[in-house]
């Protein structure tokens, strides 16, 4: 079974200070990994992800991801946030392969503090 | 190329109604999946289709059911409307492996009163 548990539903940031959205899975089968951002009154877009390879991943609008493999974590970070990251946040993962099931942490919305 | 799109955006229906939704996949994706979102649940997992076969599906009862036509494109369909499938309903394609990632579509807001 594959779980994902986000920590914190909220995060506050100053604009231009450093964003650190945390998210630890648990997976018995090696895991493709995926964060999203979502909103209000939208889907979700896809800022990054990990399937294999590399293990420090890019992804859009400034946001990286690490997958540690050892510590089950797959943490966001963007080093200077923007008013324009408020919103919310999720991290996802699936089984390798195309199961097309993906399971999603709680969420977490992150606030951008002029 | 054109993303996922899901229609209506909108949808208001009375208990006890049926419902369908229908979601576009990004050409030359065959894999569609359908996901319920409430601020209670959050992001759940309803079913995949793959090449008209469904794959996998989540826990939910039988009145939500869905296909896949030979194009690609899914339908879902919720009969015996309850108050509780108040929800955003989200579908998401992805290619043959995954490895891409899921592509969502903006998803169909339903209310029912």
């Known amino acids: 079974a594959q779980s994902v548990t986000q920590l914190g539903s909220h995060v506050s940031v100053s604009e231009g200070a450093l964003v650190l959205l945390r998210c630890n899975y648990s997976s018995s089968v090696p895991p493709y990994l995926f964060w999203y951002v979502q909103y209000p009154n939208q889907g979700l877009q896809l800022l990054l992800k990990?399937?294999?390879?590399?293990?420090l991943v890019k992804g859009i609008n400034g946001f990286e991801a690490e997958f540690k493999k050892s510590e089950t974590s797959f943490h966001l970070t963007k080093p200077s946030a923007h008013m324009s990251d408020a919103a919310e946040y999720f991290c996802a993962v699936t089984r390798q392969g195309n199961t097309g099931k993906l399971i999603f942490g709680q969420g977490t919305t992150l606030q951008v503090k002029p | 190329k054109a993303g996922v799109t899901q229609t209506p955006r909108y949808l208001i229906k009375t208990r006890g109604q049926q419902v369908t939704l229908s979601c576009s996949p990004i050409?030359?994706?065959?894999?569609v999946s359908w996901y319920q979102q409430t601020p209670g649940q959050g992001l759940q997992f309803l079913f995949e289709?793959?090449?008209?076969?469904?794959?996998n599906k989540g826990n939910f009862p039988g009145r939500f059911s869905g296909r896949q036509f030979s194009n690609s494109r899914s339908e879902m369909n919720v009969s015996t409307l309850e108050l509780g499938d108040s929800a955003l309903y989200l579908c998401?394609?992805?290619?043959?492996?995954?490895?891409?990632?899921?592509?969502f579509g903006s998803g169909t807001r339903l209310t029912v009163v």
């Open positions: 050409s030359g994706h065959r894999s």
């Open positions: 289709y793959f090449s008209e076969t469904q794959r």
């Open positions: 998401a394609s992805s290619s043959r492996q995954g490895e891409g990632g899921y592509t």
């Open positions: 990990y399937t294999t390879g590399a293990t």
